[in-house]
């Protein structure tokens, strides 16, 4: 199960119903204490700029950066554990063109623990109460994992996320890391049952990082938009490494701009 792009697009229905859904239909479209302490994480991400480089990410005092991702769709991941955290917790901070735009963190079994929109403010916490949560250790061990589990925004909306992630039996390899594809399918719906968001498509695993990332998958919203994105990692940067901490994304952002341009020309 995909954390960051999942629970971005989980911060965009929110974004959206908040700025008036019904706007958005027909033209087709934080106060709590976790709030306080993402924002303050946010505001503790360092950028240290170098001459004659981009600028480079650091991460909160006692976190340490493992690992740089770049990505195609025009981001850049870091990913970094704190001290503080739960033994397995991971955390993750989204870079795009115009800066920072998601931060997240999931536990061992991948679960999706906190996510926030540092613009907005906007906030996903997961509910405690599954029918079944995500299990990265059922996906590897039998080659599929079923999840049914709900989270609940800092503006009080809640959403049931409901799908599956199954393993491919392919294997490739990325920059010299080793990952497996999976298929998925993930329905988000509101607490009164109307489907928002459907996802699937094809993602990438990494048995030894011990976590998901994005590939190529096709989204469906209620007010009836269909997008394909391909969100696959392209060039990971470890300690040492040319790359590392680098927060400037370097692939298909010609691309996205054009896009982008289009959209607006036809609003």
Same mark, same amino acid.
């Given at each position: 199960m995909?954390?960051?792009?999942?629970?971005?697009c989980?911060?965009?229905?929110?974004?959206?119903?908040t700025?008036g859904?019904a706007?958005?239909?027909?033209?087709?479209?934080?106060?709590?204490?976790?709030?306080?302490l993402?924002?303050?994480s946010?505001a503790?991400?360092?950028?240290?700029?170098?001459?004659?480089?981009?600028a480079?990410?650091?991460?909160?005092?006692?976190?340490? *950066?493992?690992?740089?991702?770049? %990505?195609?769709?025009?981001?850049?991941?870091?990913?970094?554990?704190?001290?503080?955290?739960?033994?397995?917790d991971?955390?993750?901070a989204?870079?795009?063109?115009?800066g920072l735009?998601?931060l997240?963190?999931?536990?061992?079994?991948?679960?999706?623990?906190?996510s926030?929109?540092?613009?907005t403010?906007l906030?996903?916490?997961?509910i &405690?109460?599954?029918?079944?949560?995500?299990?990265?250790s059922?996906?590897?061990?039998?080659g599929?994992? &079923?999840?049914?589990?709900w989270?609940?925004? %800092?503006t009080?909306?809640?959403?049931?996320?409901?799908?599956?992630?199954?393993l491919t039996?392919?294997?490739?390899?990325?920059?010299?890391?080793? *990952?497996?594809?999976t298929r998925?399918?993930?329905?988000?719906?509101?607490?009164?049952?109307?489907?928002?968001?459907?996802?699937?498509?094809?993602?990438?695993?990494?048995?030894?990082?011990?976590r998901?990332?994005?590939?190529?998958?096709?989204q469906?919203?209620?007010?009836?938009? %269909?997008?394909?994105?391909? &969100?696959?990692?392209?060039?990971?940067?470890?300690?040492g490494?040319?790359?590392?901490?680098?927060?400037?994304?370097?692939?298909?952002?010609d691309?996205?701009?054009?896009?982008?341009?289009?959209?607006?020309?036809q609003?």
């Open positions: 995909m954390h960051r792009t999942g629970t971005g989980a911060q965009t229905v929110h974004r959206q119903r700025q859904v706007r958005a239909r027909d033209a087709r479209q934080h106060g709590s204490a976790l709030l306080a993402l924002l303050l946010a503790a991400l360092t950028l240290t700029a170098l001459p004659g480089r981009s480079t990410f650091k991460p909160p005092q006692d976190c340490r *950066l493992e690992v740089t991702a770049q %990505n195609r769709g025009c981001t850049v991941s870091q990913y970094y554990r704190c001290g503080g955290d739960p033994e397995g991971q955390r993750s989204i870079f795009g063109q115009d735009t998601h997240s963190r999931i536990d061992g079994e991948t679960r999706w623990v906190e926030s929109d540092p613009e403010g906030e996903d916490r997961l &405690d109460e599954a029918r079944d949560h995500a299990s990265f059922t996906l590897i061990a039998t599929r994992d &079923d999840f049914d589990f989270t609940e925004s %800092n009080g909306e809640r959403l049931h996320h409901v799908g599956e992630d199954i039996g392919e294997t490739v390899s990325v920059d010299g890391v080793e *990952l497996e594809k998925f399918r993930l329905v988000t719906r509101d607490s009164s049952g109307e489907v928002l968001i459907t996802r699937e498509g094809q993602q990438f695993i990494s048995r030894s990082l011990r998901f990332y994005g590939g190529i998958e096709t469906s919203d209620w007010t009836g938009e %269909n997008r394909r994105t391909d &969100d696959s990692p392209v060039l990971f940067s470890f300690p490494e040319a790359g590392f901490g680098e927060t400037t994304p370097q692939f298909d952002c691309q996205l701009m054009t896009q982008l341009q289009l959209e607006r020309a609003l």
